[in-house]
């Protein structure tokens, strides 16, 4: 059974605070991603990453960064968060092909105060 | 600008009838689709997957559906059933880009 596992389920956080999300797989998946939920715009991706150190940008990098120095643990930069960046972070897995099965963790719910 | 919408924010059918949800896509290009369903408080889980080279890929009671021409995609169950009560999301994998749409909220009445 793949787990997918985030290190916070609520996160608050003030505006300006420098912001780390956890990710952790334990299936030895080569790539992993970043998205965002939020009410009437879905899932979005951030950033992913297909090997270790590696990282391609999504649809809204704008505002966060990402680090992959071991290949089970993909964790998310808020560099300053703002409140616009209050929202549902989930992080998923997939074995190899972009095109393959994504697993997802929980997800973490920020809010930037 | 939104690459992949599902138009309808909810959806509610009775035990045991079929429920289509829909989803329309812009982009072009290597193409593969995937549903995935969410239920509160749990991240989302893969449903069914189809490629740009088949129309129709069933999986049980989950069958998709592709319209190349009309880029438009829809999932059919049937039968319903009360835990299929969902949020359903459609993604769209074209070039390295994931575009999810923002889901289709789907209740079973028993």
């Known amino acids: 059974d793949v787990k997918v596992t985030q290190s916070s389920r609520y996160l608050v956080k003030r505006t300006g605070e420098k912001v780390f999300l956890e990710c952790v797989q334990d299936?030895?998946?080569?790539?992993m991603f970043w998205y965002r939920q939020d009410p009437g715009l879905g899932l979005r991706l951030i950033y992913f990453?297909?090997?270790?150190?590696?990282?391609e940008k999504g649809d809204i990098p704008e505002g966060y960064s990402v680090s992959r120095e071991k290949k089970e643990r993909f964790s998310l930069i808020l560099e300053s968060a703002s409140t616009n960046q209050t929202s549902m972070y989930l992080c998923?897995?997939?074995?190899?092909?972009?095109?393959?099965?994504?697993?997802f963790g929980p997800g973490t719910r920020l809010l930037v105060l | 600008d939104q690459q992949v919408k599902q138009n309808s924010p909810s959806l509610s059918v009775q035990e045991g009838r079929i429920s289509i949800l829909n989803c329309d896509y812009t982009?072009?290009?290597?193409?593969?689709f995937l549903w995935y369903k969410k239920y509160p408080a749990e991240g989302p889980t893969f449903l069914i997957s189809i490629s740009s080279i088949k129309d129709k890929n069933e999986d049980g009671r989950f069958t998709v559906f592709l319209n190349k021409s009309a880029k438009h995609l829809s999932l059919h169950i049937v039968p319903s059933q009360p835990g299929d009560s969902a949020v359903y999301f459609c993604a769209h994998l074209t070039g390295n880009q994931f575009y999810f749409g923002t889901g289709t909220s789907l209740t079973v009445i028993p």
């Open positions: 982009n072009s290009m290597f193409d593969y």
């Open positions: 299936m030895d998946h080569e790539n």
């Open positions: 998923a897995s997939s074995l190899q092909g972009l095109e393959e099965t994504q697993y």
């Open positions: 990453s297909y090997d270790v150190k590696m990282k």
